[in-house]
């Protein structure tokens, strides 16, 4: 903490107490301030169709203050003049990765709602491992009666002991963005925003069947396609879905975007990019796509260490394990949950097997399905223990 920002904490704190928040009034935001997506974006269409609180969404975006001004709601940039107000006036700051998404010196002794950004396969290290008098008196100082949203009890403290200790009370409930897996009524509720809704027109023309492709994160910057070498592989994967009348959907994880700024896209990702651009039957999708507008569409998941497999689980649809680098990301960053024992999909070690197990699923769909059904369904039961995807969250700031 630096000398400016010791003075806008102080400056802060003193305003916290001098403006009164109000339980009627809530600021929401997603990403750092960068996106209109994932959790925060479903509970707050959830909340502005079936509540009267007054709703804020905070940004530090002009393309999504943009975008919401012209939808009519309610939005400011998250540091300006009226932000700033309504971010202290507010009693609950909702977000789905951390204070960051609103605004930190707005959130300060506001409860706090982190939704969360699903379920980490993958290890997470502690935010501070070592916390100083310094980090204990600033937590102490900021945070009042704060949750954390889970979908399962015995697995919540892998993501509640990466913030510091006590930050946190554990609620259970479901992730909102999944609710069009588990119940595509809400499709109609205008959840999805207009360039949403242009690709699912497009994927709803699609004859044959709709197969995602999401992997997680790496710190490599790379995710996609990893073991491929040759545009020729590509094109035999393009080749396959154009014989089928199907196609492939594909997202970069939101940190090997441009637009994040966390990591520089790899001449790797650049090479995938580039080809994919060539191919008929493969959906690239950008970075203002919310992944969870799309999943519920797919017949089929291909994905390695990502949260969307658990997520996926909900459909019971069948899942492929596409991973080439396990024995590297075993060691670093590791696994949280036994990798060996998910026997509830494919797994493809290189993208030749890839190839393999698709064709396996295009010769016998239903067979497909059958395979590792049971495992699925017992795993999905593992994690998600109810179909509450909104009622516990509002309990919260009744």
């Not at 998250?78 to 507010?90: D, I, P, Q, V």
């Not at 403290?157 to 588990?182: D, E, G, M, V």
């Not at 994927?203 to 020729?232: A, H």
């Not at 991973?323 to 493809?348: C, L």
Request: glycine share 4%; net charge positive; hydrophobic share 40%.
């Amino acid at each position: 903490m630096n000398l400016k920002r010791l003075l806008l904490f102080l400056f802060s704190y003193i305003i916290s107490f001098l403006i009164p928040r109000s339980k009627n009034m809530l600021v929401i935001g997603s990403r750092d301030g960068k996106r209109f997506a994932d959790n925060s974006r479903y509970f707050f269409f959830y909340l502005l169709k079936n509540y009267n609180y007054k709703i804020i969404w905070l940004t530090k975006s002009e393309k999504i203050e943009k975008y919401l001004i012209s939808k009519k709601y309610k939005v400011f940039k998250s540091n300006s003049l009226k932000g700033l107000f309504y971010g202290f006036r507010a009693k609950y700051h909702i977000f789905d990765y951390s204070e960051y998404d609103t605004n930190e010196f707005s959130s300060i002794r506001a409860s706090k709602i982190n939704l969360g950004h699903g379920i980490y396969i993958k290890k997470i290290q502690k935010r501070i491992k070592n916390p100083n008098i310094i980090n204990l008196i600033y937590n102490k100082l900021v945070n009042k009666k704060n949750y954390h949203i889970y979908p399962n009890k015995k697995y919540a403290w892998h993501i509640l002991n990466y913030f510091p200790k006590n930050k946190y009370n554990f609620a259970l409930s479901n992730f909102p963005r999944n609710i069009f897996l588990f119940n595509k009524k809400y499709l109609n509720s205008s959840f999805l925003t207009t360039k949403e809704k242009k690709i699912m027109n497009k994927l709803d023309k699609i004859k044959g069947v709709i197969i995602g492709y999401f992997p997680t994160w790496r710190k490599e910057g790379v995710d996609l396609f990893i073991d491929v070498k040759k545009y020729s592989e590509l094109k035999k994967l393009n080749d396959l879905l154009k014989k089928k009348n199907s196609f492939m959907v594909v997202k970069h994880h939101s940190n090997h975007f441009i637009e994040d700024k966390i990591h520089k896209l790899s001449k790797k990702n650049f090479f995938i990019n580039n080809n994919l651009r060539k191919l008929s039957n493969i959906i690239n999708l950008d970075y203002d796509i919310d992944l969870n507008s799309i999943l519920w569409k797919c017949d089929l998941l291909i994905s390695d260490y990502s949260g969307a497999i658990i997520d996926f689980l909900i459909t019971e649809k069948p899942i492929i394990l596409y991973i080439p680098d396990f024995k590297k990301f075993k060691r670093s960053p590791g696994i949280f949950f036994d990798y060996d024992k998910f026997h509830f999909g494919h797994r493809a070690e290189n993208f030749k097997k890839l190839l393999v197990i698709l064709n396996k699923f295009f010769k016998n769909n239903k067979k497909f399905y059958s395979t590792y059904l049971g495992k699925r369904k017992k795993l999905r039961n593992v994690f998600f223990k109810n179909n509450n995807y909104f009622e516990n969250i509002i309990d919260l700031i009744k």
